[in-house]
């Protein structure tokens, strides 16, 4: 539901400068930052501008929802072309329609307004009514009127004054109107020239993550085969004397410190181009932790160092990926034993309702507090401490805990050692009402009891317009869409649902995920696990 904050009449040009105002401090308000609230200001100012130049009047309705600032534009004709398109640039939606249009900006979740302030805001800002202007107007006509009659000659004068400065006025306002005109095209040809340079961006990091994945997979093959040769020439039956063995062995030693920094390139290319792909499961922890204990004690021979994994506090499953989650784990640990020198690398669990910790807590050089977020900068190593490795472990660890849902993060205490803390989500998530359309009956069953105890209501629906129905009827938390439907089809529902319903896409089609949607699922690789996961990651983004 929309809270009307304010309404303005806008005739002339000094009510196209007030519609800017408000709508600046509206956005302010609301907490949105600089440049959109010269979004918010510049889209109103177009659209008011527009109309008022070919002779139309302007209402405008200032408002909030629970997650958008709200203004509506009612005019006296149709809306004018320019006017849209600019508005279009700015704000997040415009819907145009016979003699209105309406517009809407996502404001900030955490922000929380007092609506009552701002209303209060708005009020002082509004211009005095036309109606007040002219009965103020006519009182002094009247007593211009009283007194002609002995001041005759006087008030010729002052009609011709006053003739003379509206000349002035008229021109000044003109000036300003082609100022403004000027002002609102260079805002929007900035930002289409920022729109430009951000595709540019994308498109150039598109190009870096292909050069790694191309370069790390041309250079595995000759390093693989160096390492191989290597083997074959340090076999003690190869006749090589001391020298040469010794010699081999530092060329074997630089082959496999370079095959690892191989991988860990082609590893974070995957994850920063979205290649990565996540296969939640109910995975055993307790396991899972198992196995890392037997991979990594062997890490420690030779130092005088215990490895102690503890799974006392680990839950008995955890919905997630068991390879990205092996990773993590396996990192941290390594990075801790390549570090200590002596006493414990512990791991430890830690489980919440909703959440399970896994600390790994090592006894070594510590990390100073000022590079404690600069180690998960790509290649970063701390100065002084440098014991191999190509610096992009952690970047990469931290990178698949947040494709997991979960956090990572780093405290340590120079000289007493470093503690690493995974947050992971934990247990199946809960939604409120699910709309889910598609025109296969069986497909809604199938969903139906993969929701089960995950989803508080479930509403069914045969195509987008449905699903479009029910979502204007009552409040939806989620949306679950076929792409390939009769009538309105999941394309055109996607577009048209509320900023706010979260939406994703079950299809059997083999596309990439829209911008729109919170998530992509194959039918034929459907589960409940997979479905799960994707409404948990739904729910994260919408909060």
């Known amino acids: 539901m929309t809270d009307e904050l304010a309404t303005l009449h806008v005739r002339d040009l000094p009510g196209v400068f007030a519609a800017r105002g408000l709508g600046r401090e509206l956005a302010a308000g609301l907490g949105l930052d600089y440049q959109d609230q010269v979004r918010v200001a510049t889209a109103l100012s177009e659209i008011s501008r527009s109309a008022v130049t070919v002779g139309q009047t302007v209402v405008i309705a200032f408002g909030a929802d629970t997650a958008s600032l709200v203004l509506t534009v009612t005019l006296s004709g149709k809306p004018t072309a320019d006017g849209i398109t600019a508005a279009g640039r700015l704000m997040d939606s415009v819907e145009a329609r016979d003699q209105g249009v309406r517009m809407t900006k996502l404001r900030p979740r955490a922000f929380s307004p007092d609506l009552g302030a701002i209303r209060e805001r708005l009020a002082a800002l509004l211009p005095e009514s036309t109606l007040d202007e002219l009965r103020r107007n006519n009182q002094d006509l009247i007593a211009a009127l009283e007194d002609a009659t002995r001041q005759k000659e006087q008030l010729e004068l002052v009609n011709g004054e006053l003739q003379e400065t509206n000349r002035g006025v008229m021109e000044l306002y003109k000036e300003l109107s082609e100022e403004l005109e000027q002002t609102n095209r260079g805002v929007v040809a900035l930002y289409r020239e920022l729109d430009e340079k951000s595709e540019q961006l994308r498109a150039a990091s598109e190009s870096k993550d292909r050069f790694w994945a191309n370069v790390s997979h041309e250079l595995r093959t000759p390093l693989n085969s160096v390492i191989g040769l290597t083997r074959l020439l340090a076999d003690p039956e190869g006749g090589l004397s001391e020298e040469p063995l010794y010699q081999v062995g530092l060329i074997r030693t630089a082959t496999g410190t370079l095959l690892a920094l191989v991988n860990d390139l082609l590893d974070v290319a995957k994850a920063e181009s979205g290649q990565l792909a996540i296969d939640p499961a109910e995975v055993s922890l307790p396991a899972l932790l198992a ?7 062997p890490m420690a021979e030779g130092k005088p160092v215990e490895v102690l994994v503890n799974a006392e506090g680990a839950p008995a499953t955890i919905l997630t990926d068991e390879a990205a989650l092996t990773a993590i784990l396996r990192n941290l640990l390594s990075n801790a034993l390549k570090y200590t020198d002596r006493g414990e690398v512990r791991l430890t669990v830690r489980t919440f309702p909703k959440r399970v910790e896994i600390e790994v807590a090592d006894t070594g050089a510590g990390i100073p507090a000022s590079q404690l977020e600069r180690v998960f900068e790509e290649f970063y190593q701390v100065p002084g401490t440098k014991r191999g490795g190509t610096g992009l472990g952690l970047p990469y660890a931290r990178r698949l805990a947040a494709l997991l849902g979960g956090l990572l993060t780093l405290r340590s205490e120079e000289g007493k050692g470093t503690t690493a803390l995974l947050s992971l989500p934990h247990g199946m998530p809960s939604v409120g009402t699910v709309v889910v359309a598609d025109d296969d009956a069986g497909l809604r069953a199938v969903l139906k009891s993969m929701l089960g105890g995950i989803a508080g209501r479930l509403i069914e629906a045969e195509d987008g317009a449905a699903a479009l129905t029910a979502v204007a009827a009552e409040h939806v938390d989620l949306v679950l869409t076929d792409l390939a439907m009769p009538g309105l089809d999941g394309h055109a529902l996607l577009d048209r ?21 919170a998530a992509l699922l194959r039918k034929d690789e459907l589960t409940r696990e997979r479905l799960a996961f994707a409404i948990r990651r739904a729910n994260e983004v919408t909060r």
């Not at 196995?291 to 004690?297: P, Q």
């Open 497 to 517: 649902l509320p900023a706010g319903v979260p939406a994703i896409i079950i299809t059997g089609l083999d596309i990439a995920r829209p911008p729109r949607a």
């Open 291 to 297: 196995t890392l204990r037997g991979l990594t004690r």
